[in-house]
């Protein structure tokens, strides 16, 4: 993997983890139930592409 392809993978893994969290605290202050059930599911795509890239690292 050459390092531009390794620093693409680094910055992924950090927007992935950052989106992940900002959709898990954004569903916690919601009270509409179907706008709380779509972050979660976003939040919860957002950390499988996480562990996807991750998986990319061989970690």
């Known amino acids: 993997m050459t390092s531009k392809e ?15 969290t900002k959709c898990t605290d954004y569903a916690s202050k919601v009270t509409d139930a179907q706008l709380k059930t779509t972050l979660t599911n976003l939040a919860n795509q957002h950390q499988q592409h996480y562990n996807s890239l991750l998986a990319q690292l061989g970690k």
């Open 6 to 20: 390794l620093q693409y993978l680094e910055d992924s893994l950090g927007m992935e983890q950052q989106l992940a």
